[in-house]
Structures are given as structure tokens and as C-alpha cells.
């Protein structure tokens, strides 16, 4: 099953031409480099036709997360333009948890779960695209990296598109929850960091 991997690969390549293009989010075991996953950038109704109309990058996106071997929707992301809040949803459209953006003091994200308590902060270096989900007693719980050594040291090849998000140490009943927030966390980061 696909929230059970606790390493996650996730290349961006860009699809299109030079003046009409997207980005493509493919998910890879970094272990087997197999790919497990896909990211769709799914709009609906009337956002189909805004999206011919005006930038992308003004709608709000819904990242639809995929496992590639039965193309089962596994969790979905909804990120708001103008919002500072970002939310995860199960593959039943049920709520994981959400994040709220800030930029005090080394922290981009307080995460939080379904019932508004706080996971953790996202707290890193934007240059070097590093960073931690990082619980309230200092616990690291993952991490979204362009570094990455495998536990048998074996050091991933990264294209400068690409990272890697890894669950470390997640709350022992929460792992799959934790898995989606920190996956849509990495999104997260990478769509605002591309912006710029």
C-alpha cells in the first residue's frame, strides 16, 4: 500500500511545450526505483474554464494524489491562492489535518491534525530546500530534503527538481496521517517555491 513506504522520491518533470506547459509530480521508492505514485492537478467546473482564461498560478490547486499499480486516489491536497491555509483530505474526503503558513523565525508551517491540535512546525532552510516536521518538545517527526543518504548510505541522485520527503519517527497511531501531511507539506513548499 502506498502510505505504508516511509521514503518517498518525488520527481518533477514539466509536460508541455515552451509556452503552454505543467508540472508533473511522479512518486518513486527511492529503495527500488519503482515508481508507487502520481500527482494530478485536478480543477473543476467553472476552474476548467478560468484556467484557459487567466494564469494558473492565481487558481487555487487541488493536488490529486494517486498509487500507480491500481490508480486509487490515496489522499488530496487543496491549496488556496490567497490563503495562508493549505488542507489534506483522505482518499474519502474526510479531513487529515491542515496547514497554516507562517514565516516567523525559521518556521513556513504549523501543522495541524484533524481536530486543530498542533502536530508539529515545519521549520528549515529555504536555500538549501531542507527541512523538518518538527513536533512541540523538538522531536524530529520527518523530513523534505534534497540531501538524502538511504539507511544503507546509499546517496539518491537528484535532478534539481526533484526531493525527498521521509517520515522518520511519525505518532505511532497517526503514521498514515503524518505520511499524507508531510507529503502535502513537501508539495506545498516546492508549489511556492517555484512561484518565486
Not at 500500500?1 to 509530480?25: P, Q, S
Not at 524530529?140 to 534534497?146: E, L
Request: hydrophobic share 40%; glycine share 8%.
Amino acid at each position: 500500500m502506498f502510505l505504508e513506504n516511509k521514503v518517498f522520491h518525488i520527481k518533477k518533470k514539466r509536460k508541455g511545450n515552451f509556452l503552454r506547459y505543467t508540472w508533473v509530480y511522479e512518486i518513486f521508492n527511492p529503495e527500488t526505483n519503482e515508481q508507487i505514485g502520481i500527482v494530478k492537478d485536478e480543477l473543476s467546473g467553472i476552474l476548467k474554464i478560468l484556467g484557459k482564461l487567466i494564469k494558473k498560478r492565481f487558481l487555487p490547486k487541488h493536488l490529486h494524489i494517486y498509487d500507480i499499480n491500481d490508480d486509487s486516489k490515496v489522499f488530496s491536497i487543496k491549496i488556496n491562492t490567497f490563503s495562508s491555509k493549505i488542507i489534506i483530505y483522505d482518499q474519502a474526503g474526510k479531513t487529515v489535518g491542515r496547514l497554516d503558513s507562517k514565516l516567523l523565525g525559521g518556521c513556513y508551517y504549523f501543522v495541524y491534525d484533524d481536530n486543530d491540535r498542533e502536530i508539529g512546525q515545519i521549520k528549515g532552510h529555504i536555500m538549501a530546500r531542507d527541512f523538518a516536521l518538527v513536533s512541540p518538545h523538538e522531536k524530529q517527526i520527518g523530513v523534505i530534503t534534497k540531501a538524502w543518504k538511504s539507511a544503507g548510505s546509499v546517496e539518491c541522485c537528484l535532478s534539481k527538481d526533484d526531493f525527498i520527503v521521509a517520515v522518520e519517527d511519525p505518532i505511532a497511531h497517526r503514521t498514515e496521517d503524518i505520511t499524507m501531511l508531510l507529503l502535502g507539506t513537501g508539495f506545498a513548499l516546492d508549489i511556492a517555491l517555484t512561484k518565486k
